[in-house]
């Protein structure tokens, strides 16, 4: 056999293999429940649409854009009300505000990272869609994972004799369940671990806490939105167990308005620290005790598709 005929030979029987391969090759099962399981369990079961912003006011929801989607977040806290008019409801006093960006790698896991202003905190965040609620009702709710670490970015006097770098950083673990009742009602519950590794005296390096939160949605573009943070009082894993000025209750209301690329949110709320750690330890403000301890805010998130 000459060698153009064994060359010939080669790409023929070549073809012929790639042909018979792609014949018998066994076709991959689509992750239509979008979710981490959805590989192993439910591949058939298309996802409802929970939610259509990643938070409610101060907490996580299930939501994840799709995949290879690029988010922009903004959240703003205006001062308190106390002052009334003189400073437009908080409007005109002291702000906290937190930028980030967020990225979902699949449908169900998004990664992100973002800076705020109070503390100079910077923190990447964590989300994954364990299940999804699914159309033909074999999973019934929603359960996401969702994490945040931060660092603490502010002069190293802020941390006192012996600082180590890892006095700067804070975690925040959450396991929620969301559950869509109905079209226009959306409900979810969650619990939380957080754990700072320095703190003020007195103040506690561990926190469990409840979360809960609810959307009521009266239009196609509109919503009533709630939270409510619960840090709990645990005496198994408190260090004070006098002195401690234990953290409040965080209890927000608004309305939400959603478009194909934007969800707006406009809300009351008593939480003014925009990373989830933070309210949960530190919060001191008591939304039924006064307008000094109700402050407006907004959620302003926009997405790009590539």
């Not at 159309?135 to 603490?152: A, E, L, W």
């Not at 965080?250 to 194909?260: F, Q, R, S």
Request: aromatic letters at 14%; a neutral charge; proline letters at 3%.
């Amino acid at each position: 056999m000459n060698m153009k005929k064994y060359i010939l030979f080669i790409l023929v029987s070549f073809s012929v293999l790639s042909l018979m391969a792609q014949d018998t090759e066994t076709p991959k099962k689509e992750n239509k429940n979008k979710s981490l399981l959805g590989y192993f369990i439910l591949n058939d079961s298309k996802p409802l649409t929970t939610y259509e912003g990643g938070m409610v006011i101060d907490n996580q929801t299930s939501y994840i854009p799709s995949a290879k989607t690029l988010e922009l977040l903004m959240q703003h806290r205006f001062g308190s009300m106390n002052n009334g008019l003189s400073d437009f409801l908080g409007i005109y006093g002291a702000a906290n505000a937190r930028m980030a960006l967020n990225y979902s790698v699949t449908d169900w896991l998004q990664l992100g990272l973002g800076t705020t202003k109070n503390y100079k905190l910077q923190d990447l965040i964590l989300k994954v869609n364990l299940l999804r609620q699914s159309r033909d009702k074999k999973s019934p709710v929603d359960v996401t994972f969702y994490g945040n670490y931060s660092v603490d970015a502010r002069d190293e006097s802020f941390f006192g004799e012996d600082y180590q770098f890892s006095d700067r950083m804070a975690f925040f673990n959450e396991l929620l369940v969301s559950r869509q009742v109905t079209k226009w009602f959306t409900v979810s519950a969650g619990g939380s671990f957080t754990h700072f590794n320095q703190v003020d005296s007195l103040f506690e390096h561990d926190k469990i806490a409840l979360h809960f939160l609810g959307r009521f949605k009266f239009s196609s573009q509109s919503a009533i939105i709630v939270n409510c943070d619960l840090p709990l009082k645990i005496d198994g894993i408190k260090e004070w167990l006098e002195f401690t000025d234990p953290p409040k209750y965080n209890l927000g209301i608004g309305y939400e308005v959603v478009t194909a690329t934007h969800v707006f949110q406009i809300f009351a709320g008593s939480a003014t620290s925009l990373v989830p750690q933070y309210n949960v330890m530190l919060n001191q403000n008591d939304f039924f005790k006064g307008t000094d301890n109700i402050f407006i805010g907004f959620n302003i998130s926009r997405v790009w598709n590539f």
